[in-house]
């Protein structure tokens, strides 16, 4: 899902001094109750297990759309108290940075967070084109700020155009694409998003596109939730077939719901729904991945699942959710690197 709101004036203004104060007075009771009720500091060991783990050195990140109603200090404040190593900043439209701003923006938000001890290893983006609006401008200050990684936007197939005109346009673009990154020295991964018009959704017109390009400077976030919706047994094909190509990873879950208007994708808490996040994380380890995890969530959490920056969910019940979620995903990799180790 997109973020569907502008942002408000607090985000390079400020907002009114009485709520500024009850911002600060919330991130102050951050602490230890609310952590130690999300158990996100699980310290590499598994539920029930005391001994230490092969914990790959994996970069735990937090998807900042769902954080987009806290300004950059506070974000660090919140991603670091909860447990994640890092951000996947979204750096585009009603994003935490704005592209026009992004010169000034980019370099103060990053700035900001490692006050907290967090990195930022990629950033999202609406980027589809080498000569597109801002593009030079963002990949130019994200790699200046040493952040290795890039989400691209997402190209669609227009019911007016034949399958093979849309990917031949798409090649062209991340041909210019992958030129731009070397030049500036930083790689851009397309992620594969469900959706019956969605570019990259059946995974093989991906690998077809990408075919031929520089793996150093293009390849692939891949998402095992839309992988999941998409080719439900048919994944591990699809993550073999672009394994040499992926860079970051997306973990989030969803089940499949029956509406009176039909079957229906529902997003839920990671653990719940029918994404094989175990078998996914064992085929993550065995492959040598080494790059960062992106974790979203995308279901109800009072408008933060879409990037809101006014909730209508209580903040505490926002980061707590949050950081079950990270807990699990913690808890499921040690398992796996145990039984594989």
């Known amino acids: 899902m997109e973020p569907d709101e502008?942002?408000?004036?607090?985000?390079?203004?400020g907002r009114a001094d009485a709520e500024r104060t009850g911002r600060r007075e919330f991130l102050a009771g951050l602490g230890t109750g609310l952590l130690a009720a999300a158990g996100t500091r699980l310290e590499g060991k598994p539920s029930g297990q005391g001994g230490p783990l092969a914990d790959p050195d994996w970069t735990y990140c937090i998807f900042s759309k769902h954080l987009q109603w806290l300004d950059y200090r506070e974000l660090g404040v919140?991603?670091?108290?909860?447990?994640?190593?890092?951000?996947?900043?979204?750096v585009r439209p009603t994003g935490h940075v704005l592209p026009e701003k992004v010169r000034t923006d980019l370099p103060g938000a990053v700035s900001a967070v490692a006050e907290s001890g967090v990195t930022v290893p990629t950033i999202t983006t609406a980027i589809t084109r080498p000569d597109g609006p801002a593009t030079r401008e963002i990949l130019e200050t994200a790699s200046g700020l040493g952040i290795p990684f890039y989400r691209l936007g997402?190209?669609?197939?227009?019911e007016e155009k034949e399958i093979s005109e849309t990917l031949a346009e798409i090649r062209k673009s991340l041909t210019g694409l992958a030129d731009l990154n070397r030049r500036f020295r930083i790689c851009g991964d397309y992620q594969n998003h469900a959706g019956a018009s969605h570019f990259g959704a059946a995974l093989w017109d991906l690998r077809e596109a990408l075919e031929g390009l520089p793996r150093r400077w293009l390849g692939c976030q891949f998402d095992i939730r839309h992988a999941t919706v998409e080719g439900g047994l048919a994944w591990p094909?699809?993550?073999?077939?672009?394994?040499?190509?992926?860079?970051?990873?997306?973990?989030?879950?969803?089940?499949?719901?029956?509406?009176?208007?039909?079957?229906?994708?529902?997003?839920?808490?990671?653990?719940?729904?029918?994404?094989?996040?175990?078998?996914?994380?064992?085929?993550?380890?065995?492959?040598?991945?080494?790059?960062?995890?992106?974790?979203?969530?995308?279901?109800?959490?009072g408008g933060a699942e879409r990037g809101r920056r006014r909730?209508?969910?209580?903040?505490?019940?926002?980061?707590?959710?949050?950081g079950k979620d990270l807990a699990t995903l913690k808890r499921l990799v040690g398992e796996v690197a145990a039984s594989v180790g």
């Open 6 to 13: 502008t942002p408000d004036t607090w985000m390079s203004n």
């Open 78 to 90: 919140a991603v670091s108290q909860l447990g994640f190593d890092g951000i996947d900043l979204t």
């Open 154 to 158: 997402y190209y669609r197939y227009p």
């Open 237 to 301: 094909t699809n993550f073999k077939a672009l394994a040499g190509r992926i860079h970051t990873v997306v973990v989030k879950d969803f089940r499949w719901k029956e509406t009176l208007d039909g079957w229906k994708v529902e997003n839920c808490p990671l653990g719940e729904g029918m994404v094989p996040v175990g078998p996914f994380l064992a085929l993550l380890l065995k492959s040598g991945f080494a790059g960062p995890i992106s974790l979203h969530c995308e279901y109800s959490l």
């Open 311 to 322: 909730l209508t969910m209580d903040r505490d019940r926002v980061l707590e959710s949050i």
